[in-house]
T-cell receptor, first 113, second 113 residues
Framework: QKEVEQNSGPLSVPEGAIASLNCTYS??????FFWYRQYSGKSPELIMSIYSNGDKEDGRFTAQLNKASQYVSLLIRDSQPSDSATYLC?????????????FGKGTHLIIQP | SAVISQKPSRDICQRGTSLTIQCQVDSQVTMMFWYRQQPGQSLTLIAT?????????ESGFVIDKFPISRPNLTFSTLTVSNMSPEDSSIYLC??????????FGQGTRLTVV
């Protein structure tokens, strides 16, 4: 049974601070890891993808992967009120979206102005 | 990224009836996926739809309840059959891009009364 665990929150962060979101996964064979942002009533939007151990940076976002610990995280620097959303961690056994994704329940992030 | 259009965007249906959801992509893709997001929950993969073959269903989902068509490389349909209030969810179509990342349509919000 593939499982992806996230703290549901809400996680409250002051504007301008760093938001840290965490995710663990159960299937050690997982190869591809994704963070999606979902605003209420909207479909998920891809934020970051990461496939190898270490950090990957894209603008204000940094994804971190540690396969030995089966742990994925997302850091959001200089948090803005528009970052307030639910962040979904998703994992795939193979080539990312080509094999279907297993999602965590999501972390509700609130950026306080 | 691919542009994905889903129809209808929302619908209210009577129990016992069926609804067919359409997913159109602006480019040819090998893999298309259907997900369900129940109220307050994360996304669950229903099935994978490949062109020219039967859809592959995840545990807990069956073809009689969720028949899927994939007539070509840009189009798929998901039918929710013999609906009950428990089928009230958001249904999302997604496609893979370059075998690495999954992008979602805007979703179909279904309410069964």
């Amino acid at each position: 049974q593939k499982e992806v665990e996230q703290n549901s929150g809400p996680l409250s962060v002051p504007e301008g601070a760093i938001a840290s979101l965490n995710c663990t996964y159960s299937d050690r064979g997982s190869q591809s890891f994704f963070w999606y942002r979902q605003y209420s009533g909207k479909s998920p939007e891809l934020i970051m993808s990461i496939y190898s151990n270490g950090d990957k940076e894209d603008g204000r976002f940094t994804a971190q992967l540690n396969k030995a610990s089966q742990y994925v995280s997302l850091l959001i620097r200089d948090s803005q009120p528009s970052d307030s959303a639910t962040y979904l961690c998703a994992v795939s056994l193979g080539g990312g979206g080509a094999d279907g994704l297993t999602f965590g329940k999501g972390t509700h992030l609130i950026i306080q102005p | 990224s691919a542009v994905i259009s889903q129809k209808p965007s929302r619908d209210i249906c009577q129990r016992g009836t069926s609804l067919t959801i359409q997913c159109q992509v602006d480019s040819q893709v090998t893999m298309m996926f259907w997900y369900r997001q129940q109220p307050g929950q994360s996304l669950t993969l229903i099935a994978t739809a490949n062109q020219g073959s039967e859809a592959t269903y995840e545990s807990g989902f069956v073809i009689d309840k969720f028949p899927i068509s994939r007539p070509n490389l840009t189009f798929s349909t998901l039918t929710v059959s013999n609906m009950s209030p428990e089928d009230s969810s958001i249904y999302l179509c997604s496609v893979e891009a370059l075998r690495t990342e999954a992008f979602f349509g805007q979703g179909t919000r279904l309410t069964v009364v």
